[in-house]
C-alpha cells in the first residue's frame, strides 16, 4: 500500500487567484494522478503528472489552468489558476502501485472559490 | 477502456447482504472490473477486483459472469458503515488510468 499527503486538506479563495496543491507520497511510485470531483459528482481524471517531462492532460484540462510539476518519484502538485467559483471541488491526488494492481488516493483538497 | 453502467442507488438493511450490479457489455478480454468506494468526501477506497474468476476477500466478494459483460459487488453483512457511493470500472491491463462512472449510492438502513 502507500500513504498519501495532501496538502492543504481544505481552502477558500478569492477569485482570480492561484492555489497549489501538494501531494506527498512515502515510496517511490510510478505513476501519479490528479482528479477533481465537483460538488455531488464523480471523479473526473485531470491529468497524469509525469516524472521528468509535462503532464499528460485529459480532455478539456489545459496546463495554462492546472499546471502540474512532478519533480521527483514521490511528489507531485497539482496548480488551480486563476479561480472562479466553477473551480470549487474537491481535487484528489492518486498513485498506481503496479505491484499492488491498485489505484491508492489521497484524503484530497476542498477547495472552495468565492 | 470499456463503459459501466450502474443504479443510481440501492438501499440496504443493516446486516443483510448487499449485492450491486454492474453492467459492462463492451470489456475486451484483457480489462480488469475494479470496485471502489468513497464514504463522504474522502478519497476513494480500493475494495475488490477481477478478470474472470469469482474473488473473495475481507471486505466483500466479486461475481463476474462467464461471458464478463456484468459482475455483482457482494457486501455479505452490511453495516450503517457501509453506507457509501460504490464505483465499478473497467482497467484495462496495460493501461493505468482508471475513469470513475457515475457510481451507486448505497443506503445501509437500521
Known amino acids: 500500500s502507500a500513504v498519501i499527503s495532501q496538502k492543504p486538506s481544505r481552502d477558500i479563495c478569492q477569485r482570480g487567484t492561484s492555489l497549489t496543491i501538494q501531494c506527498q507520497v512515502d515510496s517511490q511510485v510510478t505513476m501519479m494522478f490528479w482528479y477533481r470531483q465537483q460538488p455531488g459528482q464523480s471523479l473526473t481524471l485531470i491529468a497524469t503528472a509525469n516524472q521528468g517531462s509535462e503532464a499528460t492532460y485529459e480532455s478539456g484540462f489545459v496546463i495554462d489552468k492546472f499546471p502540474i510539476s512532478r519533480p521527483n518519484l514521490t511528489f507531485s502538485t497539482l496548480t488551480v489558476s486563476n479561480m472562479s467559483p466553477e473551480d470549487s471541488s474537491i481535487y484528489l491526488c492518486s498513485v498506481d502501485i503496479p505491484s499492488s494492481e491498485k489505484l491508492f488516493f489521497g484524503s484530497g483538497t476542498q477547495l472552495s472559490v468565492l | 477502456d470499456a463503459k459501466t453502467t450502474q443504479p443510481t442507488s440501492m438501499d440496504c438493511a443493516e446486516g443483510r447482504a448487499a449485492n450491486l450490479p454492474c453492467n459492462h457489455s463492451t470489456i475486451s478480454g484483457n480489462e480488469y472490473v475494479y470496485w471502489y468506494r468513497q464514504i463522504h468526501s474522502q478519497g476513494p477506497q480500493y475494495i475488490i477486483h477481477?478478470?474472470?474468476n469469482n474473488e473473495t476477500n475481507e471486505m466483500a466478494s466479486l461475481i463476474i459472469t462467464e461471458d464478463r459483460k456484468s459482475s455483482t459487488l457482494i457486501l455479505p453483512h452490511a453495516t450503517l458503515r457501509d453506507t457509501a457511493v460504490y464505483y465499478c470500472i473497467v482497467r484495462g491491463y496495460n493501461f493505468n488510468k482508471f475513469y470513475f462512472g457515475s457510481g451507486t449510492k448505497l443506503n445501509v438502513k437500521p
Open positions: 477481477g478478470l474472470k
